[in-house]
């Protein structure tokens, strides 16, 4: 995957719209007019930071099925990407939640959207749903039958999830790689909001020979810093919030000044690439704090 084709940049940052529950949810609210708002907005004030690109995904369903989703919830997110493509020029992405790739192939390709995310694309993994199998050789032949262009991102041993057995990370990034045909592979930490550590990240990296690899959780603007001088881009959510809390809507200034973290973080590091700073410099890179 050519990150700077889809997202017109090598390093993107990824923003997050958490839709309200949808219809067939335990929390529907009964509205879908007041999903399609909320999800308007958020996405305009990521846009307005800076975001080169947006993943849509059913966040607020939870407790989530494992593999497939109720068709009112593919037809309500088929909509509400819909709307928000109509307001943002940005790479638009879909996550259906808990492992629907289908579904997400389903509806990215019909709307032409960039991108899904998958949460397991090879592999068995133990969640809060029981255990999830993945479904690549199904997942690309599907996206063949349908002739589409959508890209792959897969999660490595993903968040909220225990593998089966004792995977070696690097094996898992090949194998997800070399075997699921993923286009791009995302790390993430153990939970939401909690980041991968830098020490995974240089080994994914590795393993990924030229393969993007994204920060899929926990990213601030505290620790890109450190964290994208092992990665290729970043996935984020929680931290762009108001007071940084999951159940929030998007703030555009905290989304503008993690952007900015972003951006300086990899100006220096292309400088020390280039050998006019040290690595040291290029790790301490000051940023003002979010309100």
Known sequence: MDLKQTFKTANPVIGVVHLLPLPTSARWGGSLKAVIDRAEQEAVALASGGVDGIIIENFFDAPFPKNQVDPAVVSAMTLVVQQVMQLVTLPIGLNVLRNDA????????????????????????????GLIEGQAHELLRYRRELGS????????????????????????????????????????????????SLEDLELASAAAHGTPVLIGSGANWENIPQLIQAADGAIVSSSLKRRGQIEQ??????????VEAMRRSLSLKQQRLNGQISATSSAAVPAQAPS
Do not use: Y
Request: aromatic share 4%; hydrophobic share 45%.
């Open 149 to 196: 262009e959508v890209k792959i991102l897969a999660d490595v041993l993903v968040k909220h999830a225990r593998p089966l057995g004792s995977p070696n990370l690097t094996t898992a990034v090949q194998e997800t790689i070399e075997r699921g045909l993923a286009d791009g592979v995302i790390l993430s930490g153990w939970a939401t909001g909690s980041p991968p």
């Open 249 to 258: 809507p998007i703030d555009p200034i905290r989304v503008s000044q993690f």
């Open 102 to 129: 289908q579904s997400a192939m389903a509806i990215a390709s019909c709307l032409q959207a960039q991108f899904i995310r998958v949460n397991v694309l090879t592999g068995v993994m133990a969640t809060d749903q």
